[in-house]
Each structure stands twice: as structure tokens, then as C-alpha cells.
């Protein structure tokens, strides 16, 4: 049976909801859940203050209308499965490690922020830097698989190390910013200059769009380890498995950095 809490109104300042992940709600009596306290601005908050509780297995969470003052959903979970209905605040699924994080609405901005593994689906859209670390660290996402149903804002994926980030709907401005390894994939649009500064990695465009002049144009390929890939995203997302399933134009850069990374077009034409 799964554990439900259902946001009673709107907070008055933003919550941290880091705390609800299964791991650490595991073995917790109602009490001991709603006494839980959520970092905020102001005034103390606790789960009990903000949410109605109805008690089940701790392993299946689910957060009832859910809105974007509520922080770090699921960030540091490392298994279970957490089910957000509505939209969430800065730093979804921050440093998870494991299980499956579910939003059904938008997300906001550094969602994914250094993951390392499990999975996350957004069927609506996300802010920036999806994937992207917070300031300081050397690296974004690192491992996982993360799906945009929808849009992505500026710097999808900036310093991605390892792991997945499917975005079937548009991309802002600089995809695949510094990235260091890993693959973005983006179905729809891209704004302006993807791969800015991309080390290593692959990113795979399904609309032409214009690149720095840093990237060598290496032509169309028809390559296997592409279809193999294509077989791999198939469960997470038909669309992009499509994509990779065709001929692509192979661009390879950025040539600033070391040239080793690569960008995909799903059209021929530069």
C-alpha cells in the first residue's frame, strides 16, 4: 500500500522536502512522520503542518497536489519509487542514487542535479541546467536515466559525466554545455550553440540547428553502436529510439576543448 501525503494549501515560503525519500521514512510511525521537519526561511514546518498523512509501505510514496515551492523531491533517494502529482521546485532528484522518481508536471530548475543512478521521468517540462551541477562542483549528472516529456530551459545537460537525459519536446540555448561524457538526446529543437565546450560525450539533435564553428562536419553515418543505443532508450522513449535508428550527421568537437565529443542531427543538412 502506498504512502500518501497531500499538500493541504500552497506554503508561504518554500519547503526542503529531502527528508521524504523511502529510506529514510522506512520503519517511522505516523507520529514520527508528521513530526518531521522541513527546512524553511521563516517559520518551522513540519510535515504534519503542511501535509495529510496516510500511512502505507514507505517504498511507494506519493505526493498529492504538489506545487513548485516544494524543494529537493526525492533528492538522495537510493531505491523505492516516489510519485509527485503536480509540479516541484529547484533540485528534483538531486545526488539520487537509485529507484524511480515520477513527476507528473513541471519541474524546476538543476533537476537531476549530480544523480548518479535510478530513474527519473517529468512528463511536463524543466528549468535550466537540467542535470547540471550547483556551483562549485566539477560535474553534473552522473549516471541514471532522466526523460523530459516536454521542454528542457538553457544548459540541458552542462558538464554531464555519465548517464541518459532524454528531452522529446525543445531545448534552450547551450545543450550539452562543457559536457565530460555521457548522452543527451533532444527530439525537438535546440536553441543556439549545443555542445559549447563539450570534452567528450554524444548528443543526438532531431532538428538541424547551428553550431559553433569549432565543430567538424565528418558526414552522414548509419553507425551500429547507434542502433544499439536505439534498442537501450526503446523502453524509456519510442521517439528517441527512433531518432538514433536512422542515418545521422556526424559533427565531431567541440575542437576549443580536445574535439573528442560528438553531435548528431537528424537531418543531413547542416
Excluded: Y
Excluded at 501535509?51 to 537510493?78: K, T
Amino acid at each position: 500500500m502506498t504512502l500518501f501525503l497531500t499538500l493541504r494549501e500552497r506554503p508561504a515560503q518554500r519547503l526542503d522536502l529531502s527528508p521524504l525519500v523511502p529510506h529514510l521514512l522506512a520503519g517511522k510511525t505516523a507520529a514520527e512522520i508528521e513530526g518531521i521537519a522541513l527546512q524553511t526561511t521563516r517559520v518551522r514546518v513540519t510535515v504534519g503542518d503542511a501535509f495529510r498523512l496516510r500511512m502505507g509501505d514507505a517504498q511507494h510514496i506519493r505526493i498529492e497536489n504538489a506545487c513548485d515551492r516544494l524543494d529537493q523531491i526525492g533528492a538522495g533517494q537510493n531505491g523505492g519509487d516516489i510519485e509527485v502529482i503536480g509540479d516541484t521546485g529547484v533540485q528534483t532528484g538531486r545526488l539520487m542514487t537509485g529507484g524511480r522518481l515520477t513527476i507528473r508536471g513541471n519541474a524546476g530548475h538543476w533537476t537531476a542535479s549530480g544523480m548518479r543512478n535510478g530513474v527519473i521521468e517529468i512528463t511536463g517540462s524543466a528549468g535550466d541546467r537540467l542535470g547540471g551541477p550547483l556551483a562549485g562542483e566539477v560535474s553534473g549528472m552522473r549516471g541514471g536515466v532522466l526523460i523530459i516529456r516536454g521542454n528542457a530551459g538553457a544548459r540541458a545537460g552542462d558538464k554531464l559525466r555519465r548517464g541518459t537525459i532524454i528531452i522529446e519536446g525543445r531545448a534552450g540555448d547551450h545543450a550539452g554545455s562543457r559536457m565530460i561524457a555521457g548522452t543527451l538526446i533532444v527530439r525537438g529543437a535546440a536553441g543556439a550553440l549545443p555542445g559549447t565546450l563539450m570534452n567528450r560525450g554524444t548528443i543526438v539533435l532531431g532538428e538541424t540547428t547551428s553550431l559553433a564553428p569549432t565543430f567538424a562536419d565528418c558526414g552522414v553515418h548509419n553507425l551500429v553502436a547507434m542502433r544499439l543505443m536505439a534498442s537501450f532508450l526503446k523502453p524509456f522513449s519510442k521517439g528517441a529510439a527512433a531518432l538514433l535508428g536512422r542515418p545521422l550527421r556526424r559533427f565531431a568537437g567541440d575542437m576549443a576543448v580536445s574535439g573528442h565529443g560528438e553531435i548528431f542531427m537528424g537531418n543531413s543538412n547542416p
